[in-house]
């Protein structure tokens, strides 16, 4: 099967939607990408999908990441997957999969190398640490910037926000597994969507 050099926008979308323009466009980001993702990827992602490149608007990139949630695998590959696919299908998603994971291999292979030989460096020991409280700030920015596309969400704000809180409290205080917490706030906030959006 031949794979065009330009993606078609998905059906519904403008044909001026910005999008990749070839599988080494999606090779190519999605390794930039990962490179950036020091502490979590999830916050480089949002940056670069929606605010950089557009490939992806707030609501979408939303919908997409909660679809990613909920899917077996890691987080960020599944919704890289998603993304690659959105615009070439299984070629791009494997491409999406390839470039988040081949290069990123190499370094975390050097890293651990590293980490092994000056684990017991009281620095080194420091600065991980220290790396600890920006990946815990990245995330909570992201969240910050993600929360906006709530105001255009079918449910009340208020709503939303207390399954956003019942889901922290259960997961951070009260230490619920995530598969007992996702499943019922999950089905919640779709039983609550499907109702407002009911004809």
């Given at each position: 099967m031949t794979v065009p050099a330009t993606a078609p926008p998905p059906t519904g979308l403008p044909?001026?939607?910005?999008?990749?323009?070839?599988?080494a466009d999606v090779f190519v980001s999605f390794t930039v990408l990962a490179l950036q993702g020091f502490g979590g990827v999830l916050p480089v992602v949002q940056r670069e999908m929606v605010e950089r490149k557009r490939w992806l608007t707030q609501e979408e990139f939303i919908e997409d990441w909660a679809?990613?949630?909920?899917?077996?695998?890691?987080?960020v590959v599944n919704l890289a997957m998603m993304i690659g696919a959105r615009w070439y299908g299984l070629a791009g998603a494997m491409c999406a999969l390839a470039g988040l994971l081949a290069v990123p291999l190499v370094v975390v292979l050097v890293l651990v190398a590293v980490h092994a030989r000056f684990a017991d460096n009281p620095a080194v020991a420091g600065a991980l640490r220290g790396m600890a409280a920006v990946s815990a700030g990245l995330i909570a920015a992201a969240g910050l910037k993600l929360s906006t596309a709530l105001t255009k969400n079918a449910m009340p704000l208020a709503w939303c926000a207390g399954i956003a809180a019942t889901g922290f409290v259960l997961l951070a205080w009260v230490r619920v597994p995530l598969v007992w917490v996702l499943p019922p706030l999950g089905g919640l906030g779709c039983l609550l969507a499907w109702r407002r959006l009911r004809p």
């Open positions: 044909a001026d939607r910005p999008r990749p323009t070839s599988l679809v990613a949630q909920i899917m077996p695998g890691p987080n």
